[in-house]
């Protein structure tokens, strides 16, 4: 099974970035998804952004614009630029893998965005 250390989290004022990685080990297969998830306590984790393996990424509505997600397969590195960050971008930032078996999810790294 794919293991996944998320790293990068932090304290923030707000209109501040933060760069997250996700660092992937074990077999990464060639077509596999990756993505990252938010969740606040009492919230069901939610989708930020999500990239293919041939670099088709999509996020949630609240982060377009400001948020980019990218991989590099060979480092087996997914990451995410979080740029013009917000108080109600606060949670914690899972890295989760899809590789047509079982799913990875990583434990997490805390960000919270002061205003």
Known sequence: QVQLVESGGGLVQAGGSLR?????????LSISTMAWYRQVPGNQRELVAGITSDSTTNYAGSVKGRFTISRDNAKKMVYLQMNNLKPEDTG????????LGPVS???G???TVSS
Do not use: D, E, H, K
């Open 109 to 111: 790294t805390q960000v």
């Open 20 to 28: 997250l990685s996700c660092a992937a080990s074990g077999r990464i």
């Open 105 to 107: 999810w990583g434990r």
């Open 92 to 99: 914690v930032y899972y890295c989760y893998y899809n590789g």
